[in-house]
């Protein structure tokens, strides 16, 4: 269990990243929340200032442009290991990346719900298949 101190210092990392960002970006930010609410072994916790997944390991983050050095604009949904993500239609961002691909949002009716879960579901089964391979080596 994390000391009260840690506990502290996550709600202030918290409130810090809510009070950054802009009233369009909180509620995209919001709707991604609500659907990786809809996955349970997702852990959510601040990390390089930003909204981080965690099931074994980093899963998705959510990256607002107000937090830099994020995207130039929106809100970026990435996936750590996006790819080894399947995404045969190359909706994922690459951006240069050889690891990291996102999908970036500038409101919220651009999130398509079912689209989203299942790239989730993709990048859990992946983040799951990793951590099998490191737990047999």
Partial sequence: MPSEKKIVEDIKKREL??????????AIVSKLQKILGKFDSLEERISYSVLYYFQNSRVCFIWPASIKPGPKSGVQFGFCEGYLLEDDKKLLERENRKQVYCLTFHTIKEIDEKLLEGFIKNALAVDESIHKKKKVR
């Fill in 17 to 26: 990243f809510f009070q950054r960002i802009t009233e369009t970006e909180l």
